[in-house]
């Protein structure tokens, strides 16, 4: 297969309501679409990259000019998806635009060659169960509402954005109202230091699944330490970027639950050793999400699909977030959705729906 180049897209996806974590608050996703043109055809892939460098040190101004400049560029030579992580090497992070590119190579050779993603990340399931991520809101009653809806909506797991100042309390709210049925789990996207050991431990009371990145990503040492105190499990996110950074916080009791999101660790290839790295060692783990337009969703419903998925992960609808998805809608079913099992994704975006969105595209040769 041949490279030929990239077509880069910026689309404006307004949120169906703001969406706050204890790093900010987000009404709109500027999502960057990357489309391969090969010889044997195109493929899509989705940038996970915010506007701000505020859940990582990416941004989409940064990802377009690293792909532009260094990235693209290197990938004359390369001849399959199997090889873009390795001609894209010599570039230090960047791992999210990484991520993308690789993608859309990946979706532009298996359409050519009629398997899915599922298929070829080695899926063994037909569909995947739900969970939704809950963001912090301005009151327990408003945060009870919407935990209320999602359940009714089939959602089999929730998780809450917690920081300091909304957590136990909420949690217990949560709780108290829904019984202790509910698969639950907490988010807090770095906002604690260690010093909070002892009130993280409150969360014990409440039989969650897990604590997920309560403390700051290269304070992998920070969450062994915290792990003898508090008995929830602790989940990393943000800290786990590759294979071997997993095997490292695994080995080091840092972690016993992984949240595996493609863009974070450079790819659905390096995802996918990440499991296989985390089964082989007991570790269960879940797909995370990004607030992927329906491209990047129907990617992780497929990773999801993997052995090692033992937890729901945060694999919405698209009616979560979009009022409009870009490709045709995902819609739950019983709290599942369907693996995608034709060539590829399996969807592409619906081309009236893409132009309308689109804020910017620009060509880019290899
Ligand atoms: O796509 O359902 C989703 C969002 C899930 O909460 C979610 N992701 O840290 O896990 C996380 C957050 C980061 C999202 S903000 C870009
Ligand atoms: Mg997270």
Not at 210 to 220: A, W
Not at 276 to 301: K, Q, Y
Not at 333 to 346: C, E, R, T
């Amino acid at each position: 297969m041949k490279i030929e180049g990239f077509e880069l897209r910026r689309v404006g996806m307004p949120l169906v309501s703001p969406f706050r974590t204890s790093f900010g608050t987000q009404t709109e996703r500027d999502v960057l679409l990357v489309k391969a043109v090969t010889d044997a055809g195109e493929g899509w892939g989705e940038c996970v990259t915010g506007a701000d460098p505020l859940y990582s040190s990416e941004y989409v101004e940064s990802t377009v000019d690293v792909m532009r400049r260094f990235l693209i560029p290197a990938l004359a030579q390369t001849p399959d998806a199997g090889r873009v992580a390795t001609d894209l090497h010599p570039f230090k992070g960047h791992r999210m635009a990484k991520a993308a590119l690789e993608m859309a190579v990946l979706d532009a050779e298996l359409r050519a060659e009629g398997r899915s993603f599922a298929r070829e990340l080695g899926g063994v399931h037909d569909s995947v169960p739900c969970g939704v991520s809950v963001g912090i809101m301005d009151s327990v009653p408003q945060l009870l509402d919407a935990v209320a809806r999602y359940l009714a909506q089939g959602y089999v797991r929730i998780k809450l954005k917690i920081e300091p100042g909304w957590d136990v309390e909420v949690v217990r709210a949560v709780r108290e109202r829904f019984g202790d049925e509910v698969l639950l789990q907490v988010d807090a996207n770095t906002a604690y230091t260690l010093r909070d050991a002892r009130h993280l431990a409150k969360l014990d009371a409440f039989d969650l699944l897990l604590i997920e990145q309560p403390l700051d990503e290269d304070d992998v040492l920070g969450h062994a330490d915290l792990a003898k105190v508090v008995k929830t499990p602790i989940c990393l996110d943000e800290s786990i970027v590759s294979a071997q950074s997993a095997a490292a916080a695994i080995r080091l009791g840092a972690t016993s639950v992984i949240n595996i999101k493609p863009g974070r660790v450079g790819g659905y290839l390096e995802a996918r050793r990440i499991h296989d790295v985390a089964t082989a060692a007991g570790v269960p783990v879940w797909c995370g999400g990004m607030i992927e337009s329906g491209i990047g969703r129907a990617a992780n419903i497929a990773l999801a699909s993997l052995p090692g998925f033992t937890l729901p992960g945060d694999v919405s609808a698209s009616d979560r977030f979009y009022t409009t998805d870009i490709t045709p809608p995902f819609v739950m079913a019983g709290g599942h959705l369907p693996v995608p099992a034709a060539p590829g994704l399996g969807v592409a975006p619906v081309p009236e729906i893409l132009d309308e969105l689109t804020t910017w595209v620009e060509w880019m040769p290899v």
